[in-house]
């Protein structure tokens, strides 16, 4: 059984930087984060397979954002840099024990964590 855990959330100025976490335990092969603002739909935001490696980022946060992974301590992890007020929203860690086509689609994932908040001030 899956289980996924967020923390690391807070409250930052525009310009700084913010790492969010995400514990796991189970089988997965791939894991990605996706976030969502009030009165928004679920946002891609990365993806990453678990065993390569491989690394998938958003048009939007490409560049500013890092997606990664602790194999040994089965931690997801999301590096947050010059963060901007539209960024502000709950971010979801989400898991999948398959190779998903559809990585940075929610659809593709089966499991999913509480969400930790985000939120960048001006």
């Known amino acids: 059984q899956v289980q996924l855990v967020e923390s690391g959330g807070g409250s930052v100025q525009a310009g700084n930087s913010l790492r969010v976490s995400c514990a796991a335990s189970?089988?997965?092969?791939?894991m990605g984060w996706f976030r969502q603002a009030p009165g928004k739909d679920r946002e891609f935001v990365a993806a990453?397979?678990?065993?390569?490696?491989?690394?998938f980022h958003a048009d939007s946060v490409r560049g500013r954002f890092t997606i990664s992974r602790d194999r040994a301590k089965n931690t997801l992890y999301l590096q947050m840099n010059n963060l901007k007020p539209e960024d502000t929203a709950v971010y979801y860690c989400?898991?999948?024990?398959?190779?998903?086509?559809?990585?940075?689609?929610?659809?593709?994932?089966?499991?999913w964590g509480q969400g930790t908040q985000v939120t960048v001030s001006s």
């Open positions: 989400a898991a999948v024990p398959n190779y998903s086509p559809t990585y940075n689609a929610s659809s593709g994932y089966d499991y």
């Open positions: 990453i397979r678990w065993i390569s490696g491989t690394r």
């Open positions: 189970g089988d997965i092969y791939t």
